[in-house]
């Protein structure tokens, strides 16, 4: 019986001795170059999962297959999952024709590796005519191509409800000082001055901290250079930025890395924060009557030489370089940059986002026609951290400043550990 | 779980029954080519989903990848960063931890939840389904139940607060000296359950005879215990270690959950990290050298131990 086993054995190991050689000749990180069949309807991948988006994107697609040009099959996919698969989709053989994604150096970073779709075409219709400059400089890639057709915008800001600024006696501060000035009257009535909301999953809220005194003290054209990795940060400049912030600490919620942005933003409309540094996306969840009641400010100057910037994340399309559908997907993405689709998509949605199109009307509230202004006062646009980088690098980001906002004594390792660890990323 | 479950059990079983008599008599058989086929086809199915993937993993880990280029090889350059990584020193720091406390509380909780409720009496099974029950749920959705109840105003700061020790009112989760220890105690109250279950199963196995002799020996109860029950579950013990170690060195869904490895690392396992080397930062090379370092730790403490309580039971 031993002998039985151990000849059994060795025929066993033999062949799969056999079978690994053959196996590691072929190989699954290997990328295929084929091209997606140019028959049928366009795929429209997207990561815009929540109800409300998901509802108007399939508006835009039904009214898209109206227009008769064309036609086009949505996909959508949790946002999660949408971006660990993206590098995935796009490298694949049969890939989806068109993504929902972010401009500026995250779409970039894969037109490096030729696989976007070179939209030249797109651009030159008379629809994208209008973009502003800023909007034409974010698509282009380092190479001079276009490789990405916005569509709509969101800001951030301090928000606040006024009702609760009214019952506190409390005003917009219109500085730096007035800032400091008025989390110091919020906190002797007993609310948290600033609410946070790092907790949870989401940690990244904190990096809208680091992004805004970065770029109200270094500059915007600073702050982009650090994030590319052309900069330290644990050089004096970043380090400046933590000085400032140390200041503001002692008026954050106790519990800003506890709860997630949702808890925290309930906290704001409930008036147990008093305000808050966040994007037009919370009011998704807010309700209606709190709608009304929110405002907000630009977040204090510090320096006034310092040209002033704004964050205010662009979201649009991309399309995949080994598309078979070439013409197409340029049909589709005219439209999509174009008033009609713009317009359905606004509707659609919670209305806090502003359309790229100038042509278009946007919901027309209060909040949205002083979000609107607020943009265009402002000479420099930032994305968002990861938007300026990279996913990559937000979870380094994520755990300097949780541990900053709870040792903010230790800002000096922290800062070292940080750049250790942004190295890694930049030259992975 | 139940894929542990499955796979551990014929282990266990391994040495015990010889082949039927008759058929060994009549001279080599040949092997039906229907069986050969239930054989084979899963073998290969098992191989084109289960080993290449494995082997790829593991050449994976020889180089320098961030899923979108070609891979580059590296050698071991991934290995030796490893020695050097301060956040893998302390993610392997928190597994050894987390195997501790994890793997040695289920294991001594469900020996003692087993003992308690071995017995056959009126409700019994209540208790024992109560136990097991965590078990059936998803550890995402044990994880989302625990993170409200480890809220800043959540039912554990409540409960706190309403019996006079609100000076001990604490954000758990996000606290670096108390988030990992507040995420193994839902991953316990799952397991635990799991782990009676075996040991219930081992000790209806005990020869009532054993206790009986036991007692007219004069033995005590603890005496039984120590002599007579442990004796007998050597072989339960053997299952039992290997589920715990694969499910140490495993979990990940209810850490991720509730905090992500942080803050700031302070609940960073090998396999949290793994994930986020791997799917955050995109460098897929060094987070499979990861996962081979999991494997290697997995494998060679369960196969040390199965070959020793093998050796022992021949």
């Not at chain 1, 971006?83 to 970073?109: E, F, H, I, K």
């Not at chain 2, 099974?125 to 029950?133: I, T």
Request: hydrophobic letters at 45%.
């Amino acid at each position: 019986m031993t002998h039985h086993h151990a000849s059994r054995r060795r025929f066993l190991a033999g062949a799969g001795a056999a079978g690994t050689a053959a196996l590691l000749s072929g190989c699954v990180t290997s990328t295929s170059s084929g091209k997606s069949s140019s028959k049928g309807k366009v795929t429209l991948q997207s990561n815009l999962s929540a109800p409300q988006a998901k509802a108007a994107m399939q508006d835009v697609v039904a009214s898209y297959a109206k227009k008769g040009s064309g036609s086009a099959s949505l996909n959508t996919v949790a946002a999660e999952t949408f971006r660990t698969q993206l590098p995935t989709y796009l490298t694949s053989a049969n890939p989806p024709d068109v993504y929902t994604w972010y401009p500026g150096s995250v779409a970039d970073a894969y037109a490096k590796k030729d696989l976007l779709l070179d939209l030249g075409e797109v651009w030159s219709s008379p629809d994208l005519k209008g973009y502003s400059k800023a909007l034409n400089s974010l698509c282009t890639s380092a190479s001079g191509k276009k490789v990405f057709v916005p569509t709509t915008y969101y800001w951030w800001g301090m928000f606040y409800r006024r009702s609760n600024f009214a019952k506190w006696g409390v005003r917009e501060p219109k500085s730096w000082d007035g800032f400091l000035d008025l989390c110091d009257k919020l906190k002797s009535k007993g609310v948290d001055p600033i609410g946070l909301g790092a907790g949870g999953n989401t940690a990244w809220v904190a990096s809208a901290w680091f992004d805004y005194l970065d770029i109200r003290i270094n500059g915007a054209d600073y702050h982009r250079e650090l994030l590319a990795g052309r900069h330290r940060f644990d050089d004096p400049e970043v380090r400046r930025v933590f000085d400032r912030w140390q200041e503001l600490l002692p008026y954050f919620d106790p519990n800003g890395t506890a709860v997630a942005f949702q808890d925290a933003t309930t906290s704001l409309l409930n008036g147990r924060s008093g305000m808050m540094l966040i994007g037009t996306f919370f009011a998704d969840a807010a309700p209606k009557d709190a709608l009304d009641d929110i405002d907000f400010f630009r977040f204090p100057v510090i320096d006034p030489k310092v040209p002033l910037a704004e964050e205010a994340p662009t979201d649009g399309y991309f399309a995949s370089a080994r598309t078979g559908r070439h013409a197409q997907v340029v049909d589709l993405m005219r439209y999509l940059a174009g008033a009609e689709a713009q317009e359905i998509y606004i509707k659609g949605s919670s209305g806090t986002v502003l359309p790229c199109n100038p042509d278009v009307k946007d919901s027309g509230t209060a909040l949205v026609k002083k979000g609107r202004a607020h943009i265009e006062e402002a000479a420099e646009i930032t994305q968002f951290f990861n938007r300026d980088s990279s996913d990559a690098l937000q979870p380094t980001a994520d755990n300097a400043l949780t541990k900053f906002i709870a040792e903010p004594k230790q800002i000096g390792s922290i800062l070292t550990d940080w750049q250790r660890e942004a190295a890694k990323i930049w030259n992975a | 779980m139940p894929d542990t479950a499955v796979l551990t059990v014929p282990g266990r079983k391994a040495p015990a029954p010889p082949p039927p008599r008759r058929g060994r008599n009549r001279g080599p058989r040949r092997t039906p080519p229907l069986v050969l086929a239930f054989v084979l086809v899963p073998l290969l199915a098992e191989a084109l989903w289960v080993f290449w993937p494995a082997l790829q993993g593991f050449y994976l880990a020889l180089t320098d990848w961030d899923g979108v280029s070609a891979p580059r090889f590296v050698g071991l350059a991934n290995f030796r960063e490893m020695t050097h990584d301060d956040v893998f020193l302390d993610a392997t720091g928190h597994t050894v931890l987390w195997l501790l406390l994890f793997g040695g509380l289920s294991a001594v909780l469900g020996l003692a939840a087993a003992l308690v409720l071995q017995q056959e009496r009126r409700g019994v099974g209540f208790y024992r389904a109560a136990l097991f029950l965590p078990v059936v749920f998803s550890l995402v959705a044990t994880a989302l139940v625990w993170q409200a109840i480890y809220q800043p105003d959540g039912v554990l700061n409540q409960l706190l607060e309403s019996v006079g020790l609100g000076s001990l009112r604490h954000a758990w989760l996000a606290d670096q000296d108390t988030a990992l220890y507040a995420v193994t105690v839902p991953a316990l109250w799952r397991q635990i359950g799991y782990v009676m279950v075996l040991y219930v199963a081992g000790l209806k196995g005990i020869d009532p005879a054993l206790y009986e002799a036991a007692k007219v020996d004069g033995a005590g109860a603890w005496q039984r215990l120590r002599h007579v029950t442990l004796p007998q579950l050597r072989s339960v013990n053997a299952v039992v270690l290997s589920v715990i170690v694969i499910d140490s060195l495993r979990s990940f869904d209810v850490v991720w959950s509730l905090t992500r490895g942080g803050p700031y690392h302070s609940s960073e396992l090998l396999s949290t990290y793994m994930y986020s080397t791997a799917f955050q930062s995109l460098r897929l090379g060094y987070g499979s050298a990861l996962a081979v370092v999991i494997f290697v730790l997995a494998f060679g403490v369960i196969c040390s131990y199965l070959v020793r309580a093998f050796r022992e039971a021949d």
